[in-house]
């Protein structure tokens, strides 16, 4: 046996430094979704928008009318930061809030015109870079990557969606 600190094993399994960060998956996603964002800022910017402001509006845009709570989950956005997303797009006219008819407790976001103009201004520039980043990736590699990825969203996701 190795004692060495960079490849003994945990007793759960290899350390970090045996794996590698170019085989360790999350460093790798972590890596992908910098530059995929970094890939909008300019985008975004010219628009008023940040990434919390552009995911809000790319969630509303496919699944419409969330609680601020399902929102913030779905847009991978602390629910605090989302709050203040919201209610700098709500003042640009972009989203609107309301009181849920089923749960006076509860608020209800919802795109606007002007929002879903807004993001379908910012979404050939995502488009892009989606398209750029699977350049050379055969369709059925893609379909296995995404399947993968829903499956690793099923272990570790805390909600229902």
Same mark, same amino acid.
Do not use: C
């Given at each position: ?115 879903? %103009? ?24 893609? %379909? ?18």
């Amino acid at each position: 046996m190795n004692d060495s600190p960079a490849i003994a094993e945990t007793q759960d399994g290899p350390r970090l430094g045996e794996i590698g960060l170019q085989q360790f998956a999350p460093y790798l996603m972590n890596r992908i979704m910098g530059r995929y964002n970094a890939s909008l800022r300019d985008d975004l910017a010219a628009l008023g928008l940040t990434i919390p402001k552009m995911r809000a509006l790319a969630v509303l845009s496919v699944v419409d009318g969330l609680a601020i709570g399902q929102l913030a989950v779905y847009a991978v956005v602390e629910q605090s930061t989302m709050s203040r997303a919201l209610d700098a797009l709500e003042a640009d006219g972009l989203v609107r809030r309301s009181t849920d008819p089923a749960d006076s407790r509860s608020t209800r976001v919802s795109i606007t015109d002007s929002g879903r %103009a807004a993001f379908e201004t910012l979404w050939p520039t995502m488009r892009n870079s989606y398209s750029r980043m699977f350049a050379g990736v055969a369709p059925d590699e893609h %379909a296995a990557f995404v399947a993968t990825l829903q499956k690793i969203l099923a272990n570790v996701r805390m909600h229902e969606f």
